[in-house]
């Protein structure tokens, strides 16, 4: 099912593609699955795909992202594939000074978290504001509803800082740092890292990242095995783009 639903997204996607202005396919995979420093396939690796359309010179895009997970089930819900539906608008405010503005919604379908006691449904949205200078950009996207199947967790939000700068021959160093708010849950609210380096290989590109969290343990154990979410790794991403 779950590599199912990622296959026919690529599917419909390519048979569009060469009526579309600025549109591309994307696949990858990842050793892990992490969002925000943390594992959403219980430290295992994961398939993942997506298609974007980017019209030009409206600034206006679209796409679509998929990936395996675990952590709905592992909660006791049920699901394996996370969906990813946005868009927005880019362009410049002065020169240099790039924006994005837009909206995303995380689908996780027939999540059923709802009906497990102690959580919401795991569907949320989120817009989000962006500005960017040369290789550097400043992000925060905040939460429309609850997040990710907390209780009462309206308007949290996530601030990030990232550098993704090139080093020559096709390496880009890629930095990045965040922090997550979970409105009504301080014990859930923590920072993240990622410190790592991609490289164009021509058939694909390779990323290799050092990630991690000072995230609480208990709040963030897998409930299938205990083993914490946001601990520090290695991760290994595989992924083109079309």
């Known amino acids: ?22 549109f591309s396919l994307n696949t990858a995979l990842a050793s892990d699955y992490r969002y925000r420093g943390m594992s959403q396939t219980r430290l295992q690796p994961a398939l993942q795909g997506g298609a974007d359309l980017a019209p030009t010179p409206s600034g206006w895009y679209a796409g679509a992202w998929a990936s395996t997970i675990t952590w709905i ?11 990813d539906i946005y868009g927005g608008k880019r362009g410049e405010l002065a020169p240099g ?20 006691a102690g959580f919401a449904n795991a569907n949320t949205t989120e817009a989000h504001g962006q ?12 939460a429309l509803g609850n997040l ?18 090139g080093l020559g021959k096709g390496f880009v160093l890629n930095l990045h740092a965040g922090r997550q708010r979970v409105a009504h849950h301080s014990a859930a609210s923590y920072t993240d ?5 991609t ?10 990242a050092a990630i991690g969290t000072d995230a609480g343990k208990a709040a963030y154990a897998s409930p299938a095995n205990g083993k914490f979410l946001g601990k520090r790794a290695l991760l290994l991403t595989v992924s083109k783009t079309f």
């Open 1 to 22: 099912m779950k590599i199912a639903i990622l296959a026919a997204l690529l599917s419909v996607s390519a048979q569009t593609a060469s009526a579309a202005t600025g």
């Open 73 to 83: 089930r592992d909660a006791g819900g049920d699901g394996k594939v996370e969906l």
């Open 97 to 116: 000074i790039a924006y994005d503005a837009g909206m995303l919604t995380y689908v996780y379908p027939s999540n059923k978290l709802g009906h497990v």
């Open 131 to 142: 500005l960017a200078y040369g290789a550097a950009l400043i992000k925060y996207s905040h």
């Open 148 to 165: 990710f199947g907390y209780l009462d967790s309206k308007r949290s939000g996530y601030l990030e800082l990232a550098a993704n700068p």
């Open 193 to 197: 890292y990622k410190i790592g380096i």
């Open 199 to 208: 490289r164009e290989f021509g058939v694909a590109n390779v990323a290799l």
